[in-house]
């Protein structure tokens, strides 16, 4: 383990499955307490429970649910995303809302909840879950493209005004992670072009990829944790592709 977060308390939001149950393990791996903030309750149940941390049902949309949560963490991972697709004239307003709501109003919220304790400590890790679509566009995307380009530019933010305190601030900016959210969009695509999910995951997902392979949970978890240790505290205001060299091409 590259980091020692020994006294430390994290918050991961969407903490109870895929990349945030990850984040949860290898924050709890590297000594962190965790609070497991998810819709889902019971699985955030079962998810602190397994690390011997504290869980929290809230919806992230709700701003009154936020203000629910602790405001005392040391790392905040600004996790809990959705996805949906749909050409720009039949994108639904009020799914476009609810996606602006829950990855770029909640991590706002909770950055601005978490600062004030932070700075008072003179330490603080936020790492904001972005993707390669928050540095490129793809058709159809126009919520998920539109929130995680407004979450680089607040992690940005954050970052030139936590600097002094000894707070940082960046993104993880993954390519297609095998995970429940990228499961349910090969279900899609393999109905929708009527073609076996081997090849969604070869000829659609991972064609702009130049690592065929899909990302694993485990792997996001470990940049997260990274960005959290000792070693990492002039890395700010960054946005760091893990992504098979799908931005590169
Ligand atoms: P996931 O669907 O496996 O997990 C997301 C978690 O967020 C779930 O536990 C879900 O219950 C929770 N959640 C959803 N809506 C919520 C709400 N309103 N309030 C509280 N919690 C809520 O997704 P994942 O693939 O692990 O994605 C996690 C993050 O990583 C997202 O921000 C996603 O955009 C990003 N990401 C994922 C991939 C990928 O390929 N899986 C790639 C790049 C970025």
Same mark, same amino acid.
């Given at each position: 383990?590259? %980091?020692?977060?020994?006294?430390?308390?994290?918050?991961?939001?969407?903490?109870?499955?895929?990349?945030?149950?990850?984040? /949860?393990?290898?924050?709890?791996?590297?000594?962190?307490?965790?609070?497991?903030?998810?819709?889902?309750? !019971?699985?955030?149940?079962?998810?602190?429970?397994?690390?011997?941390?504290?869980?929290?049902?809230?919806?992230? #949309?709700? $701003?009154?649910?936020?203000?629910?949560? $602790?405001?005392?963490?040391?790392?905040? /991972?600004?996790?809990?995303?959705?996805?949906?697709?749909? $050409?720009? !004239?039949?994108?639904?307003?009020?799914?476009? #809302?609810?996606?602006?709501?829950?990855?770029?109003?909640?991590?706002?919220?909770?950055?601005?909840?978490?600062?004030?304790?932070?700075?008072?400590?003179?330490?603080?890790?936020?790492?904001?879950? %972005?993707?390669?679509?928050?540095?490129?566009? @793809? $058709?159809?995307?126009?919520?998920?493209?539109?929130?995680?380009?407004?979450?680089?530019?607040? @992690?940005?933010?954050?970052?030139?005004?936590?600097? !002094?305190?000894?707070?940082?601030?960046?993104?993880? @900016?993954?390519?297609?992670? &095998?995970?429940?959210?990228?499961?349910?969009?090969?279900?899609?695509?393999?109905?929708?072009?009527?073609?076996?999910?081997?090849?969604?995951?070869?000829?659609?997902?991972?064609? &702009?990829?130049?690592?065929?392979?899909?990302? !694993?949970?485990?792997?996001?978890?470990?940049?997260?944790?990274?960005?959290? %240790?000792?070693?990492?505290?002039?890395?700010?205001?960054?946005?760091?592709?893990?992504?098979?060299?799908?931005?590169?091409?």
């Amino acid at each position: 383990m590259t %980091s020692d977060l020994d006294g430390r308390t994290a918050l991961v939001t969407g903490g109870a499955g895929g990349i945030g149950l990850a984040c /949860v393990h290898a924050l709890a791996a590297a000594g962190a307490k965790v609070h497991v903030v998810d819709l889902d309750g !019971e699985k955030a149940e079962a998810a602190a429970g397994a690390v011997g941390g504290w869980a929290h049902a809230a919806d992230l #949309t709700d $701003p009154a649910a936020v203000d629910g949560l $602790p405001a005392e963490v040391d790392i905040l /991972v600004n996790n809990a995303g959705i996805q949906h697709v749909a $050409p720009l !004239e039949d994108f639904p307003p009020e799914r476009f #809302t609810r996606i602006q709501a829950l990855m770029v109003t909640a991590p706002f919220l909770l950055i601005r909840r978490a600062l004030p304790g932070m700075y008072a400590r003179g330490w603080g890790r936020i790492v904001n879950m %972005s993707s390669v679509h928050g540095l490129r566009a @793809s $058709p159809f995307k126009a919520a998920y493209v539109a929130a995680k380009h407004g979450l680089e530019g607040l @992690s940005k933010v954050a970052a030139l005004e936590g600097a !002094e305190h000894g707070v940082t601030s960046n993104c993880v @900016s993954p390519g297609y992670v &095998r995970t429940p959210l990228v499961d349910g969009q090969i279900d899609a695509q393999a109905a929708e072009h009527g073609i076996p999910r081997a090849d969604v995951v070869a000829e659609v997902l991972l064609k &702009r990829a130049a690592i065929k392979k899909l990302i !694993e949970p485990g792997d996001v978890a470990s940049l997260v944790t990274w960005l959290c %240790s000792p070693h990492a505290g002039h890395v700010t205001g960054a946005s760091i592709p893990l992504d098979g060299g799908w931005t590169a091409a």
